[in-house]
């Protein structure tokens, strides 16, 4: 199960006990796992045509002891296309969270996921969770801020708002609300991969995440 991005989220975190209805994208990983495998199969058609002519075989084997560097480059690419055509395809089988029901109250979570065509529950207690994170990532359509209580495992992570704009303030008061610490924001621009594949294992970004900070209080 993936987690990809989140496409709306609905609900009021009002009182004690709320719930929130959630749809997640992932047309973009989907697209990313295609273009990895596509690219692993383009690679391995020449190293396939090899393998099918007789007298390029026996090239080849010639090449063995006359060309050792052009044979450990064609094995190269062929572990290359094996591997990108293992990755691509494993991430295209592998199924997606489309839809989440989260229902908060005193004593914890609980989770109705839909993966695939199944539907998964699931309940965590508020006590489980490192605290309250807030994300702020910057799209083609502006900056999304992301407000969530952060679990060790990145799919018991909890999404509580969705919103244009998130302030510290808002922040601070959801972690009291639930006990929590508030934990380093995550500060993701669109340009920048790495940052994204860091905040899938919830590591935060220390100067930018500061900075995002100090701007939210004075905001606040």
């Not at 190293?47 to 010639?62: G, M, P, T, Y």
């Not at 494993?90 to 914890?108: E, F, K, Q």
């Not at 510290?168 to 669109?190: C, K, M, N, S």
Request: with cysteine.
């Amino acid at each position: 199960m993936r987690i990809e991005s989140i496409e709306s989220l609905s609900g009021e975190v009002s009182d004690d006990n709320f719930v929130l209805r959630q749809r997640f994208c992932s047309s973009g990983q989907r697209l990313r796992d295609s273009v990895v495998a596509a690219s692993g199969i383009l690679l391995a058609l020449p190293i396939a045509a090899i393998v099918a002519d007789s007298d390029a075989r026996s090239l080849v084997r010639d090449m063995i002891v006359s060309d050792p560097v052009a044979i450990g480059l064609i094995g190269l690419c062929a572990v290359l296309a094996a591997a990108a055509m293992v990755i691509g395809l494993a991430g295209l089988a592998r199924p997606d969270l489309t839809r989440r029901t989260v229902a908060v109250d005193p004593d914890g979570v609980v989770v109705e996921d839909i993966i695939g065509r199944r539907a998964q529950r699931w309940r965590e207690a508020i006590s489980a969770y490192r605290g309250v994170r807030h994300k702020v990532s910057t799209t083609s359509s502006g900056a999304r801020h992301v407000l969530m209580l952060e679990h060790e495992t990145p799919a018991r992570t909890v999404h509580l708002a969705f919103e244009p704009y998130i302030s510290q303030a808002h922040v601070i008061q959801t972690a009291d609300r639930f006990g929590l610490p508030v934990l380093e924001p995550l500060i993701l621009p669109q340009s920048s991969i790495w940052r994204r594949l860091l905040s899938q294992f919830g590591i935060a970004h220390g100067a930018g995440g500061r900075a995002a900070r100090k701007e939210d209080l004075a905001r606040a």
